[in-house]
């Protein structure tokens, strides 16, 4: 089944990386503890990378149907950055 997730992280001084998007449990599983690599999206030389744990990832709690009709609309990656896009395997 599919859900609707927070992501966040806090990069100090550089300024913080989210992302709300909708991905299965197994997806999300199957990402945990796999290095994720940014790059450069907080400017120049900011190098945004480390390796994705649950504390990043909050489920959101919002209905079936509303995960299905935001997937309808805006897709999978709802607004900011999914993590699960920037896995580096």
Known sequence: MEKLYRFSWDCGRCGDVE???????????????????FGEILGKHSEVYGVLEEPDLEILDVSDATVQELKKVLGRSISGYNPLEYIEY
Not at 31 to 37: E, T
């Open 19 to 37: 992302g709300i998007f909708i991905a299965t449990e197994d997806e999300v599983g199957s990402a945990m503890d796999k290095d994720v690599y």
